[in-house]
């Protein structure tokens, strides 16, 4: 007999943006339940590649409650590093996360929330969308793309330079996936970065604490857009590759079974293209999503449609930096304050 089980509030997710919502809904005093499809913890940082380093010191990459330690031997962590520091923090506070449960839908007919998943169903005052992005990988419709004879993956799909050692790459992307990739493989490999507009490296000096104190400044009206500033965090590989040479070139317009071609004629054989092209937020389940993507919000957090539900660090849209280990922790608190008024 499948399982029913109610609570006040359902997050769904345990990455960084569920388990922020969980450390203040602790405190506030809720009941909660902490849904994740992942096996482990770690939220997507379990999944990214090994070269990748995070923008910030552990001093600015924290939850709210506990700072994460530092990491012999660099100033700015890697992926695993991080997992381990949210498996941590979910012991800490005796998160009641359960996993792995995939969320299936949201039936939001009723006066409380219905939300089936593969491990049965929950009812719930509320509801918390923390699922991030890196279940919908998006991949362009470029002419040709189906018939390119060579390997393709994703950022999704990317785990680090093994096994490229010789090839000839493209790595298409403006973005910080796209310039970390094509910098990680840049020593192994004969890379081909390309971008749709020419790539905009944010000034060395800037990393994730000057990006948070931006986007702070922003929530104030007071200081620049981080876009006015650059695109792309100049990580110290991505300096690195950069100096040695690593440039972008323009977005070819079409793949053939060899390799990218350009509107001149040129073709450029390759062995493997990696699509650095984003992500969409993974919202399927809870049958808000509007044309354009994006759910109108209200309060930073709260859907206009049915304020019973919350959705947690999909980007800017959601939140200043809400995307970021450092910035969820503010608009979490403003969630679960939202829900906290909501019950009572």
């Known amino acids: 007999m499948t399982p029913v089980r109610h609570t006040q509030v359902v997050v769904v997710g345990a990455g960084q943006a569920g388990l922020a919502a969980g450390y203040h809904l602790r405190r506030a005093g809720l009941d909660f339940a902490i849904l994740d499809a992942n096996a482990a913890p770690g939220g997507a940082w379990q999944h990214y590649w090994d070269g990748l380093r995070i923008f910030s010191p552990p001093a600015h990459s924290s939850l709210p409650g506990r700072p994460m330690p530092q990491q012999s031997g660099t100033e700015y ?8 520091y949210l498996s ?6 005796d998160l ?76 298409v992307g403006g973005g910080n996936s796209g310039a970390q990739i094509a910098a990680d493989l840049h020593a192994v490999a004969t890379v081909r970065w390309v971008t749709r507009r020419p790539p905009r490296l944010l000034p060395d000096a800037i990393d994730g604490r000057a990006l948070f104190e931006i986007a702070t400044r922003r929530v104030q009206d007071d200081g620049p857009r981080i876009s006015d500033l650059g695109d792309i965090v100049a990580t110290a590989p991505v300096r690195a590759a950069r100096d040695a040479g690593l440039t972008a070139r323009p977005m070819f317009d079409r793949l053939t079974p060899a390799g990218p071609a350009w509107a001149d004629g040129t073709v450029w054989p390759a062995d493997t293209v990696i699509w650095c092209t984003g992500f969409r937020p993974d919202l399927a389940p809870v049958g808000l999503r509007r044309p354009g993507g994006h759910i109108p919000l209200e309060g930073g ?28 922790g503010r608009t979490a608190r403003t969630a679960v304050t939202g829900i906290t008024d909501l019950l009572h």
């Open 77 to 84: 962590p890697d992926a695993a590093h991080v997992v381990n």
């Open 88 to 93: 941590g923090y979910e012991k800490r506070y």
């Open 96 to 171: 009641p996360v359960h996993r792995p449960v995939r969320v299936h839908g949201v039936d939001r007919s009723d006066e409380r929330l219905t939300v089936r998943t593969d491990s049965g169903t929950w009812h719930s005052q509320a509801l918390v969308m923390a699922t991030g992005s890196w279940g919908r990988p998006f991949v362009p419709a470029v002419p040709g793309r189906a018939g390119f004879t060579g390997r393709q993956l994703h950022t999704h799909g990317y785990r680090g330079t093994s096994g490229f050692a010789g090839q000839r790459v493209v790595v």
């Open 301 to 328: 957090t709260r859907s206009i449609e049915d304020p019973r539900i919350h959705l947690l660090g999909y980007g800017d849209w959601t939140g200043p930096a809400s995307a970021t280990l450092i910035g969820v």
